[in-house]
């Protein structure tokens, strides 16, 4: 499983409040990103990071931050959740090109 | 700007048959195609990795292949079997030289006893 976990695994929020997700790999992988999956649109990737604080924007990138102070952490940040962002997150490294997800954040905004 | 299309979207067997679920891209200039698969309420599981100089790649009873000259790769199952339902997604790359992914939105498989 490439040792990636994501915390919470199910959160609900209120709109309006800010939200940060946490993805954690133990394996020192440089590549990390962050994608939602959402019904009739497949996986989207929002960021990614190509190390430590560089990180670079994806295709649905709005509203959303992330950070990576250590290599281990990657964090995506709504800063105010809407409700278009209910959404499954997963997270994702790369070794030698293949990536490999997390199990995965169920955010319900409400 | 890359697309990927999965058909069919949903396909039903029964266990025991071949089958082939198909994957198309509209920009040919990649270097690799990735297979994952996904169980209900679950993150992706790598498949295969194919690189666009292999045209194969195997895994088991799974073989994948790609011809980027027709913007096509397929995924063999052999002996389909009621463990191999599950939601199958293939992802290329965006353009060459990236490692962003655009994705597939699935074929749904089921395999009936």
């Known amino acids: 499983d490439a040792g990636i976990t994501q915390s919470p695994r199910h959160k609900v929020t209120e709109t309006g409040t800010p939200v940060t997700l946490r993805c954690h790999q133990t394996?020192?992988?440089?590549?990390m990103y962050w994608y939602r999956q959402d019904p009739g649109h497949g996986l989207r990737l929002i960021h990614y990071?190509?190390?430590?604080?560089?990180?670079d924007k994806g295709e649905v990138s709005d509203g959303y931050s992330v950070s990576r102070s250590k290599t281990e952490d990657f964090l995506l940040t709504l800063e105010s959740a809407t409700s278009s962002q209910t959404s499954v997150y997963f997270c994702?490294?790369?070794?030698?090109?293949?990536?490999?997800f997390g199990p995965g954040t169920r955010l319900t905004v409400t | 700007k890359q697309e990927v299309t999965q058909i069919p979207a949903a396909l039903s067997v029964p266990e025991g048959e071949n089958l082939v679920l198909n994957c198309s891209f509209t920009?040919?200039?990649?270097?690799?195609l990735q297979w994952f698969r996904q169980d209900p309420g679950k993150g992706l599981t790598s498949l295969l990795l194919?690189?666009?100089?292999?045209r194969e790649q195997t895994s088991g009873r799974l073989n994948a292949s790609l011809d980027k000259s027709s913007g096509r790769s397929t995924l063999y199952i052999a002996a389909s079997q009621p463990g191999d339902s599950a939601t199958y997604l293939c992802?290329?790359?965006?353009?060459?030289?990236?490692?962003?992914?655009?994705f597939g939105t699935g074929t749904r498989l089921q395999v009936f006893p």
């Open positions: 994702a490294i790369s070794e030698e090109y293949e990536q490999y």
């Open positions: 394996e020192n992988h440089r590549y």
């Open positions: 990071s190509y190390g430590v604080k560089d990180t």
């Open positions: 920009d040919s200039a990649i270097y690799n």
């Open positions: 194919i690189q666009s100089s292999q």
């Open positions: 992802a290329a790359p965006g353009s060459y030289n990236t490692d962003k992914l655009i």
